[in-house]
């Protein structure tokens, strides 16, 4: 692991390791929303933290694989599923540490999965090799507008980095030929927990990875 890697992963458990959940218990809306229409099968949940989304998947009936750097944030989520009586598999490292099968799940969420500027694509189209043919993406992030929205709110979160951010010509590029339900990047209203508290502008993107 890297020097940033290292960084970026003791900030996550000093996160994490904090009384209570730090983007609460609930899960993102848009995720919720678009994972009640489809039909559950297998899910990969990148960067899912203490769980919140993927316990709600979980809770509908997905099977469900979610990681994340931080060891805290796995035991958050394993409290959080047996809270709700559900089970997850949770691993800890980073996605160059890990590797699944090709064409092994039906859907992936990627819900604030912010990655380093230089691995942000490369990073997508490996997590598209692990989806199958028609299966779909859910995808929620800050996009690069978010930059403004910060300064005024801190609340509302997010990356300081430019480079971290979205945007919806940059997804376009990284999942080229997929069907795209949704592409856009618009304002919201969050309440996710103590740090994500405001008006922030996202990237929001459904897809569904073509059949051939």
């Given amino acids: 692991m890297n020097t940033w890697d290292e960084h970026y992963k003791n900030f996550w458990n000093e996160r994490y390791k904090q009384t209570g959940y730090a983007y609460g218990k609930e899960p993102n809306d848009f995720f919720a929303a678009w994972l009640r229409k489809l039909k559950p099968g297998a899910i990969l949940m990148p960067a899912d933290g203490e769980g919140?989304?993927?316990v709600f998947a979980a809770k509908l009936g997905w099977d469900v694989t979610s990681f994340d750097l931080s060891e805290e944030g796995k035991e958050k989520a394993l409290e959080l599923a047996k809270e709700n009586?559900?089970?997850i598999k949770y691993l800890v490292?980073?996605?160059e540490q890990l590797s699944f099968e090709t064409a092994a799940f039906d859907?992936?969420?990627?819900?604030?999965?912010?990655?380093?500027a230089g691995k942000k694509s490369s990073f997508h189209k490996e997590l598209s090799s692990y989806l199958k043919p028609g299966g779909v993406i859910v995808?929620?992030?800050?996009?690069?507008?978010?930059?403004h929205n910060v300064k005024i709110n801190p609340k509302v979160g997010g990356p300081k980095d430019v480079g971290m951010l979205f945007s919806t010509d940059e997804i376009a590029a990284d999942f080229e030929g997929y069907n795209f339900l949704v592409l856009e990047e618009t304002e919201v209203d969050l309440g996710?927990?103590?740090y994500h508290i405001g008006t922030?502008?996202?990237?929001?993107f459904v897809g569904r990875k073509p059949r051939v």
């Fill in 52 to 54: 919140r989304n993927g």
């Fill in 139 to 147: 995808f929620e992030a800050f996009g690069k507008n978010n930059l």
């Fill in 93 to 95: 490292g980073d996605q």
């Fill in 200 to 204: 922030g502008s996202v990237v929001r």
């Fill in 192 to 194: 996710e927990g103590d």
């Fill in 85 to 87: 009586d559900v089970t």
């Fill in 107 to 116: 859907a992936i969420g990627l819900i604030y999965a912010h990655f380093a």
